[in-house]
């Protein structure tokens, strides 16, 4: 069974900074694809940033693009989420989830584990 535990969220103001962490069971940042996705008040959860097992790529939502960086760490187990220049918009839960199918996706569908989420408020 894989856990996954997301730390990190909280109040930044706009132009701010914040690093989210989600700390893995052992070596799922090998097994499994990586993926930050966020969800606001009322509406879907949607794909934030991702990182295929091994850290081979990474992808990110449009919206995000140029500010926010995914990485990880093995002898940690840990995966980052690294969020600068924050926008009032980007407020939402942030949830970490491993994908264990062979083909890397930005389906929150395709997604078998996920965190708890931690939840990040940008104020203007």
């Known amino acids: 069974q894989v856990q996954l535990v997301e730390s990190g969220g909280g109040l930044a103001q706009a132009g701010g900074s914040l690093r989210l962490s989600c700390a893995a069971s052992?070596?799922?940042?090998?097994?499994?694809?990586m993926g930050w996705f966020r969800q606001a008040s009322g509406k879907e959860r949607e794909f934030v940033a991702g990182?295929?097992?091994?850290?081979?790529?990474?992808s990110y939502a449009d919206s995000v693009k140029g500010r926010f960086t995914v990485s990880g760490d093995h002898a940690k187990n840990t995966l980052y989420l690294q969020m600068n220049s924050l926008k009032p918009e980007d407020t939402a839960v942030y949830y970490c989830?491993?994908?264990?199918?062979?083909?890397?996706?930005?389906?929150?569908?395709?997604?078998?584990?996920w965190g708890q989420g931690t939840q990040v408020a940008v104020s203007s």
């Open positions: 989830a491993a994908d264990r199918g062979a083909t890397w996706s930005t389906s929150p569908r395709e997604y078998d584990y």
């Open positions: 052992r070596d799922t940042l090998s097994i499994y694809h």
């Open positions: 990182i295929t097992r091994h850290f081979v790529g990474t």
